[in-house]
């Protein structure tokens, strides 16, 4: 069984930046795409960022474009989301997602894999 470890939230005010970390534990994959999700409260969890295994595409949400970077370490089977120039609307549970393909992945129906999900708060 696969368990995805975030880390990394926490309160920060406008402007600022976090970098959120997730690794997988117990069994990993060879090749796999991972994804960052988010959850406000009152909303459906919307995607954030993807990345492919081999780092090379990636794909971000429109709201995050220019602000959030994704990349990973395989080496260290972790990935991360770079947040910077917060704003309060990015005050949201962050999940990291991971699913064994080679390709990137948008829909959070194609993920199999989840985390817990680490807490955001951006303060204006």
């Known amino acids: 069984q696969v368990q995805l470890v975030e880390s990394g939230g926490g309160l920060v005010q406008a402007g600022g930046s976090l970098r959120l970390s997730c690794a997988p534990s117990?069994?990993?994959?060879?090749?796999?795409?991972m994804g960052w999700f988010r959850q406000a409260p009152g909303k459906e969890r919307e995607f954030v960022a993807a990345i492919s295994w081999g780092g090379d595409k990636f794909y971000y949400a429109n709201s995050v474009k220019g602000r959030f970077t994704i990349s990973n370490d395989n080496a260290k089977n972790t990935v991360y989301l770079q947040m910077n120039s917060l704003k309060p609307e990015d005050t949201a549970v962050y999940y990291c997602?991971?699913?064994?393909?080679?390709?990137?992945?948008?829909?959070?129906?194609?993920?199999?894999?989840w985390g817990q999900g680490t807490q955001v708060t951006v303060s204006s």
């Open positions: 997602a991971a699913t064994p393909s080679s390709m990137v992945h948008q829909d959070q129906y194609e993920y199999n894999y």
């Open positions: 117990g069994r990993t994959f060879s090749v796999f795409a």
